[in-house]
Every structure is written in structure tokens, then in C-alpha cells.
């Protein structure tokens, strides 16, 4: 029997349970591979102060899912500079990988910035995360040739993402938040 998953916006109140479920996820990522080939820095992705922050913003907000009343998975949503819509800081909690709860992120965040009347929604992948590219490429998002960077902070070296984009103009899906 598969459990409920419901979204909803996060408040301040979420902060500790945020930090639990973006830095368990980073962290379980910090000793693959391709993470030590591009030197991903062995800290937190997410601290009280950077998800006040980011609470505080007024050009997206973070979403949770929650089953149970156990937050699973996250991912910021924002608002680009040409109106296209942002998915960022995605995680999933380790221990409930496998069960399409990521899918399912990315599905309420295509319905959210549709219905925002975004025209795209664009993500950064991790430049050596072939796998991961290939995977949003099945959801619909292509390459778009562009790359950014993320800055962990700390003098750490940024990190090199490639940008993925997908149109939504087919989209007319309606999402509520609370």
C-alpha cells in the first residue's frame, strides 16, 4: 500500500526537519565518484541561516512533500529574470529512494510553475551526472548548451552544472499551496 505524499510551501517552522532532509541527501552523494573527481566539499548544502534566507525570498519558495508527517523529498522553486521557472536544491530523503518520490517532485513543480504561467522550467545538473541528465531527459528536459555554476561557500571551488530546460506550454495543470 503506497502512502499519501502532499505538498505544500515550507515555513520556518520546517527548518529543522529541512536541514535533516537536504543534508542527509547531500551527504550521501559527497562519496561518489564524481563528486570527489569535481571536489564536492564534505559540508552541509543547507544551514539555518541560508534556509531563512531562502523562506524570505518573494521569487519562489521551497516545496515539501510529506508522508505521514515525515518530510521525504524538497526542491526550491523560483522565478528566472525571463519569467522561466527554477528547480533547485532538490532532495530526497536516502532512506525513500526508489519509490518515485522524486518523480513526483518534479511533476508538482512542472504543475506549480505552469501554473505560475511560466514558459519553461530550467534546472542545473551536476556537469559529470551524465545519469542524471539522461534521467530528465526522459521527463522532457533537453540540454539547453548552457552552463552555470553553484557556489557551496566556504572557498570552496564552484560547481560546474549544465543547464536542462523544458517548455510548459502544454501544461495546464493547476497546484495549491498552503
Same mark, same amino acid.
Given at each position: 500500500?503506497?502512502?499519501?505524499?502532499?505538498?505544500?510551501?515550507?515555513?520556518?517552522?520546517?527548518?529543522?526537519?529541512?536541514?535533516?532532509?537536504?543534508?542527509?541527501?547531500?551527504?550521501?552523494?559527497?562519496?561518489?565518484?564524481?563528486?570527489?573527481?569535481?571536489?564536492?566539499?564534505?559540508?552541509?548544502?543547507?544551514?539555518?541561516?541560508?534556509?531563512?534566507?531562502?523562506?524570505?525570498?518573494?521569487?519562489?519558495?521551497?516545496?515539501?512533500?510529506?508522508?505521514?508527517?515525515?518530510?521525504?523529498?524538497?526542491?526550491?522553486?523560483?522565478?528566472?529574470?525571463?519569467?522561466?521557472?527554477?528547480? *533547485?536544491?532538490?532532495? #530526497?530523503?536516502? !532512506?525513500?529512494?526508489?519509490?518515485? $518520490?522524486? @518523480?513526483?517532485?518534479?511533476?508538482?513543480?512542472? %504543475?506549480?510553475?505552469?501554473?505560475?504561467?511560466?514558459?519553461?522550467?530550467?534546472?542545473?545538473?551536476?556537469?559529470?551526472?551524465?545519469?542524471?541528465?539522461?534521467?530528465?531527459?526522459?521527463?522532457?528536459?533537453?540540454?539547453?548548451?548552457?552552463?552555470?555554476?553553484?557556489?557551496?561557500?566556504? *572557498?570552496?571551488?564552484? #560547481?560546474?552544472? !549544465?543547464?536542462?530546460?523544458?517548455? $510548459?506550454? @502544454?501544461?495546464?495543470?493547476?497546484?495549491?499551496? %498552503?
Amino acid at each position: 500500500m503506497s502512502q499519501t505524499l502532499h505538498f505544500r510551501t515550507a515555513h520556518q517552522g520546517d527548518i529543522p526537519r529541512l536541514l535533516t532532509l537536504i543534508n542527509t541527501a547531500y551527504q550521501a552523494l559527497i562519496h561518489e565518484p564524481w563528486a570527489e573527481e569535481i571536489g564536492m566539499p564534505d559540508e552541509p548544502r543547507a544551514t539555518v541561516d541560508s534556509l531563512r534566507s531562502d523562506l524570505a525570498r518573494t521569487d519562489g519558495r521551497i516545496v515539501v512533500g510529506e508522508q505521514e508527517g515525515h518530510l521525504v523529498v524538497c526542491a526550491w522553486l523560483g522565478e528566472e529574470k525571463d519569467g522561466a521557472g527554477y528547480f *533547485g536544491m532538490f532532495a #530526497v530523503d536516502p !532512506d525513500c529512494q526508489g519509490q518515485g $518520490l522524486g @518523480k513526483k517532485m518534479l511533476d508538482e513543480a512542472v %504543475r506549480w510553475h505552469a501554473a505560475a504561467g511560466r514558459h519553461a522550467i530550467r534546472l542545473g545538473v551536476i556537469r559529470p551526472r551524465r545519469e542524471l541528465m539522461a534521467w530528465y531527459n526522459r521527463q522532457g528536459f533537453e540540454y539547453t548548451g548552457d552552463s552555470s555554476s553553484f557556489d557551496p561557500g566556504a *572557498g570552496h571551488a564552484p #560547481v560546474p552544472l !549544465d543547464v536542462m530546460e523544458m517548455p $510548459l506550454a @502544454k501544461y495546464r495543470h493547476q497546484a495549491c499551496y %498552503r
